[in-house]
Every structure is written in structure tokens, then in C-alpha cells.
């Protein structure tokens, strides 16, 4: 049972409304007029904490650092400024990459002795490019409860007005700060279809956009996100070579930065290539399972495989007006695009 100086003071002013059950291990719920609160003993709660405006800590991920009985922060002197401007006053013990495999076992002690622990990061989710995933894991393997209290994120706040789609996206954290290692990267992402998310330092930006003008093509539409949710909060969206310019114009490139590039086009030759493929596994394979091998290896839609292989079927019955034999002759009917 938690029983820290900060629960009994955030219990004080709902226990009127607190209620107490023994099963499952819910030690009490907290009503402060909104959806109630439940925290549970034996509990990782990993909380997401705001990336700017202190206004973005949600209802439940205050309520919930309130009352665990330990918050484990990256920083505890910026977490410290984040408790304090919300009147918690839970213990917050460090928790960053360098300690991070040797603090685990004492984490799953506490949990062990039925505490509720939650972990935050500087700003954001945890784990997402900050410490956390050998926490997790290691509190996983034990047998112990997770919570996810979601919110904040620059991944998500950044797509969110990039005006890039956002159907399908691929997050590389921070590139390499070293320019071969940065620029091999780039080179393996160049052909990546999907609306790219990355970190980025800002004295390294105009190099890494640089890089990027370069590898891409100027063409390539972008959106860096800068500051978000703060006072300088701004965006700029164009392409590659209107951001080097937009960036070269600027004395000095200050804060948090997140670059959102488009991804590059699916064009003739990537339909030449899906087509080729298509082709030598109808040679070798009945039709069903062509269409099935040729979907998962390259991820295209099953329907566009399917019209493919009609497609390349017709032409073979146009070019010597009879349908060629193949191991995966598509008059069987057995195809379903379902
Ligand atoms: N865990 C965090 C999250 O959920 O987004 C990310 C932590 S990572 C160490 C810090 C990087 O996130 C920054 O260098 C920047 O790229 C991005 N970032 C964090 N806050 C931001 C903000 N307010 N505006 C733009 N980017 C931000």
C-alpha cells in the first residue's frame, strides 16, 4: 500500500471519494470529478510528459504521478520543475541511459513489493528515443503489470501538421552525427516510399538537410517542425532546397527540431520491377501462390498483383494468340482477391 507523503496529501483532498478494494490488487480509486483513476500495485506506469507546454501533462498521467509511490525521470532536476509546477510531491529517483540496466532489478523489487512506480522522461513519451526499453522489458520478463499513460510525442505532434501523408510512416530517430554514417543511411531510406520522421540536433541540421538535398533531390517535399507547442513554436514546409534556403537565411538554428520528409514516389520502375517479379513467379509457381509470394515480398496491394498478373496473362495470350503454359496460369478461377 502506498503510503508516501504525497498520496496521503493527494488522498486528503479525494478521500471523500476514495474507494478501496482488495481484489485484483486496485488499492484505491481516485474520483476528482473527471473518469477516475485507478492505481494499481505491482504497476509500471510509463507516462508521457509534455514536450513544451506544461499544459499537455493529461488529467490521468498527473493524477497517476500524484499517487505512485516512486517516479523514476531521466533528469530529476527538469522533472523536479514539472512535479513542482503541478503541487506533486512523489519521490523521483534518476533513471537515464547510463543507469538504466543497473536501476532494472531494483525496479522489479518495488514491484515485487506491490509499489506502483511510474517512469517519465525530459519531455514526451519514454522509450521513444529516450531511455526505458530495457525497463520495460525487464518488467515484462518478471511478470509484472505495464500501463501506458499516452501523450505527448514530437513523432506524432510533427505529422500531425506537416501536411505529408501520414497513412504509412517509418520514425529513424536521430540519423548518424557523423556525415559517412549519416549519408549511408540516407542512401538505404532514398527509395523508402513511406513519409519519413526524423530527430535532429539543431547544429547538425543544415548538414543533415544538406545531405538530404543531395541523396533525395532537391524536389522532395518537407516540413521541419521546430519548438513545438512552445513560444518560437514554427514550421516551415516547402521542398529540400527551399528548407537549405530557408535555414542558410537563419544567424542561428535553436532548438527542437523534427524534420518530416515525403516519401519518394512509387514510379514506372518500381511497377517494371513488381511486374518482373510477378512474371518469373508465374513461371515457377501455380497462381495463388504466386499472387501470395509476390504480395508478401513486396508488400503491394493483393489486387494490384492480381490485375498484374491478368495483365501479364493477356499479354502472353495476345502476343502468340494462345495463353502461354505456365505453372501459374490464371484461367483456373481459383484466384481470390479477397
Ligand atoms: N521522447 C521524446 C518524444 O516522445 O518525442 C523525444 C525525446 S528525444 C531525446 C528529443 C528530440 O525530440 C529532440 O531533439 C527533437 O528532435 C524532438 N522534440 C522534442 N520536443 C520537441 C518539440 N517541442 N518540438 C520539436 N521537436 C521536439
Not at 154 to 178: K, Q, Y
Not at 189 to 216: G, I, S
Request: proline share 5%.
Amino acid at each position: 500500500m502506498c503510503a508516501h507523503p504525497a498520496a496521503t496529501a493527494n488522498s486528503k483532498k479525494a478521500n471523500r471519494r476514495r474507494v478501496v478494494f482488495n481484489n485484483g490488487g486496485i488499492v484505491r480509486t481516485v474520483s476528482e470529478g473527471l473518469a477516475a483513476v485507478s492505481i494499481e500495485q505491482g504497476v509500471l506506469y510509463v507516462v508521457a510528459t509534455p514536450i513544451g507546454n506544461l499544459q499537455d501533462l493529461s488529467p490521468r498521467a498527473r493524477q497517476v504521478l500524484g499517487d505512485v509511490d516512486v517516479v523514476f525521470a531521466e533528469d530529476t532536476r527538469v522533472s523536479a520543475r514539472l512535479l513542482n509546477h503541478f503541487g506533486i510531491a512523489t519521490p523521483l529517483l534518476p533513471f537515464h541511459q547510463h543507469n538504466e540496466r543497473r536501476v532494472c532489478p531494483g525496479v522489479v523489487r518495488r514491484l515485487a513489493a506491490r509499489q506502483s512506480v511510474a517512469l517519465i522522461c525530459d519531455a514526451g513519451t519514454p522509450l521513444i528515443s529516450d531511455p526505458g526499453y530495457h525497463l520495460v522489458q525487464a518488467v515484462r520478463a518478471a511478470g509484472y503489470k505495464l500501463c501506458s499513460i499516452p501523450g505527448p510525442c514530437a513523432i506524432v505532434a510533427s505529422l500531425a501538421v506537416a501536411g505529408l501523408p501520414t497513412d504509412r510512416f517509418v520514425f529513424e530517430g536521430f540519423l548518424p552525427p557523423r556525415r559517412p554514417a549519416r549519408r549511408d543511411r540516407l542512401s538505404v531510406l532514398r527509395h523508402e516510399q513511406r513519409t519519413l520522421v526524423v530527430y535532429e540536433v539543431p547544429h547538425r541540421v543544415r548538414d543533415c538537410v544538406a545531405d538530404m538535398n543531395e541523396l533525395f533531390g532537391a524536389d522532395r517535399r518537407v516540413t521541419l517542425a521546430r519548438e513545438l507547442t512552445k513560444i518560437y513554436e514554427e514550421t516551415f514546409a516547402g521542398t529540400l532546397r527551399g528548407l537549405s534556403e530557408w535555414l542558410q537565411e537563419k544567424a542561428r538554428v535553436q532548438g527542437e527540431i523534427v524534420i518530416v520528409v515525403a516519401g519518394a514516389a512509387g514510379d514506372a520502375h518500381d511497377h517494371e520491377r513488381l511486374r518482373h517479379s510477378v512474371a518469373t513467379l508465374l513461371k515457377y509457381l501455380p497462381a495463388r501462390q504466386a499472387v501470395a509470394a509476390a504480395t508478401e515480398i513486396s508488400g503491394a496491394n493483393k489486387n494490384q498483383i492480381y490485375r498484374l498478373m491478368l495483365e501479364i496473362a493477356s499479354h502472353s495470350v495476345a502476343e502468340d494468340g494462345k495463353p502461354e503454359e505456365s505453372a501459374g496460369s490464371c484461367n483456373s478461377g481459383e484466384i481470390s482477391t479477397n
